[in-house]
């Protein structure tokens, strides 16, 4: 296995960027009154953040709780411009209402806390220092925010927890050509024994004659092809054959078991001068439902996921580094999974390639609303579409899930408007993306959905064991919320789609500290027997394709992880190992 990749976005990455974390001026804006003041132009700074952490987690070096509706960050920027060069500043996460100025001037907006956003900053910058101000409004009021787990209150409780706002994610510079690759979508297909490999370009490469681009793919350092292809316009599509044979597990399909990545190198070429170089992977692999049962690369396979609410105690949402990042997708692993749920928030790119390199199946979801408007309904198309474009590329993402238990469309089993709402998310899915199954609206109250899935806290195992003989037990029992769920809106039904539980467990065990929660076990082997009871129940049952196991770690209110919020397991690994495998 190749060395893993530190870069804020590992699937589409130059050499020449700038990390632009770090220390920046920060100040509160109770009253909304730093544009009136012309806070644009530059502000006296009040104190100092570190970037990405947000003012209300302790990392921060703030640590406020107390909600603030508008904050400023600010920056000096050094660069000395070059010709035919641009400068791209990107923000991978920035919650909610994120608007940037350089030296005064306006240079672009973007709503939306979970997808990643871009600008080109080239004619603002100047060869003496620049002064880049971004001003972020968000909302506690707002209910139709695509917000997650975050609260509306400023203290946590139950199952939601601290609220952020401000910059949450990753955020640098990149210096790039004028002639440049601009976007990269990659299709594997195994079955044709191809990758499909689309490419397009800027609008300088495009209108000039005589630009080639050079393909090479490399497994392990290896050759496997080498191409070069006329470019003519903006749009470049075309296949590359990888001729592996992996019957008995011999080739180098991607699986969870063998995460087998091809690296790829694209340069391009104007007039025999190499302009622009970017560099990508990709794994060979096929999702699909086969025979009603959830296939990977033309076989069943048996999902075993957990469910991972991404929250640390210092930095709330945001990991405290990549070597956190990837010690969670290594416990995972460690845990007995092939799968993870990253859950009510969209996935980073580091988090997404992390789970490419270690091998993790994704449940790729959305942070979700609490409340239904047609401004949500808008909200939500515009943030869903770019978190679809930027996750396709990744082999490990499994599924795309939109909504989940209602959340954002509460009235949806009575509102036609809100089932409309699930199906337009499901097809708008299906248009750009046919390789993988979409579900509507996961848990329960389902439109369509290419997999059947439930939520179900039940901890009976007579009941449990009756429950999962057949699919019309399933929906008779209605788990959903203690039977107060129906699982399909009113005009739709089960039509054989591979069943899963996609929430179930939350054995709560508070191991050393912690909130009190009850039911919950008090010792560790209890917590062992409870789980393996439940696990067991799923993995004999005649019907069921996978389940996600509730949860990953502790919060801020819930003692139902498997690890600490501090990361410490609360049971011996080599236990539970055993239990979470797939292996029936």
């Not at 209910?143 to 609260?151: D, F, L, N, S």
């Not at 049962?293 to 048996?302: D, V």
Request: glycine fraction near 6%; hydrophobic fraction near 35%; include cysteine.
């Amino acid at each position: 296995m190749a060395e893993r990749i530190n870069h804020p976005n590992p699937q589409f990455r130059r050499t020449n960027w700038t990390n632009l974390n770090g220390i920046w001026d920060f100040r509160f804006d109770e009253n909304k009154e730093g544009v009136a003041q012309n806070w644009q132009k530059g502000f006296k700074s009040t104190q100092t953040i570190e970037v990405p952490f947000v003012y209300q987690s302790q990392r921060s070096g703030i640590h406020q709780k107390a909600f603030c509706p508008v904050v400023w960050y600010q920056r000096p920027l050094h660069k000395t411009k070059l010709a035919n060069t641009k400068t791209i500043i990107h923000f991978e996460a920035v919650d909610y209402q994120a608007t940037l100025w350089i030296n005064g001037a306006y240079v672009g907006n973007h709503s939306g806390g979970n997808s990643r956003f871009s600008f080109d900053i080239t004619s603002f910058l100047t060869d003496e220092e620049n002064i880049l101000v971004l001003r972020v409004e968000d909302s506690l009021e707002d209910m139709t925010i695509p917000r997650g787990k975050q609260y509306w209150k400023e203290t946590a409780e139950v199952m939601w927890f601290t609220q952020m706002s401000g910059i949450w994610r990753d955020v640098w510079l990149e210096e790039k050509d004028c002639f440049s690759i601009e976007e990269l979508r990659l299709t594997p297909n195994i079955d044709q024994k191809v990758v499909e490999i689309e490419l397009y370009f800027s609008d300088e490469a495009a209108m000039l004659e005589g630009v080639i681009l050079n393909t090479d793919v490399t497994l392990n350092e290896q050759m496997i092809a080498k191409e070069t292809h006329c470019v003519k316009g903006r749009h470049l599509k075309f296949c590359i054959g990888i001729d592996d044979f992996n019957d008995h597990g011999l080739g180098s399909w991607w699986t969870p078991e063998n995460p087998n990545l091809y690296d790829l190198k694209f340069e391009l070429v104007c007039d025999d001068d190499s302009r622009d170089t970017v560099y990508s992977y990709f794994g060979m692999r096929k999702i699909s439902i086969e025979q009603n049962k959830f296939c990977l690369n033309n076989r069943p396979y048996f999902f075993s996921s957990v469910l991972d609410q991404g929250y640390f105690p210092d930095t709330i949402l945001t990991p405290p580094s990549f070597e956190a990042l990837e010690a969670d997708v290594q416990w995972i692993k460690k845990l007995g999974f092939n799968g993870v749920r990253k859950h009510m928030m969209s996935s980073e790119n580091k988090f997404l390639y992390l789970c490419d390199y270690y091998g993790l199946l994704v449940w790729s979801e959305m942070a979700a609303a609490y409340d239904y408007s047609e401004e949500y309904a808008y909200r939500m198309v515009d943030e869903w579409k770019t978190v679809l474009k930027q996750g396709y590329n990744h082999p490990c993402i499994a599924a795309w899930v939109p909504l989940n238990e209602s959340w954002g469309v509460p009235n949806i089993y009575h509102s036609t408007k809100q089932q409309a709402h699930a199906q337009s998310l499901y097809y708008l899915t299906k248009s750009v993306d046919d390789t993988r199954p979409v579900i509507s609206n996961d848990g329960w109250e389902h439109c369509q959905s290419d997999l059947f899935t439930v939520h179900d806290y039940t901890s009976d195992e007579k009941i449990l064991t009756q429950r999962y003989k057949a699919v019309e037990t399933i929906i008779s029992d209605m788990p959903g919320l203690d039977g107060r769920k129906f699982l399909f809106c009113p005009g739709y039904k089960y039509e054989g789609q591979p069943v899963m539980c996609t929430e179930m467990g939350g054995v709560n065990y508070r191991f050393n500290k912690g909130p009190k929660v009850e039911p919950s076990v008090s010792n560790e082997q209890e917590f062992i027997d409870a789980i393996k009871m439940l696990i067991k129940v799923y993995k004999e049952s005649p019907i069921i394709e996978g389940f996600c196991y509730t949860q990953l770690t502790d919060t801020e209110t819930e003692i139902c992880g498997l690890l600490t919020w501090d990361r410490e397991p609360k049971a011996s690994v080599d236990e539970l190992y055993p239990i979470f495998n797939q292996s029936k």
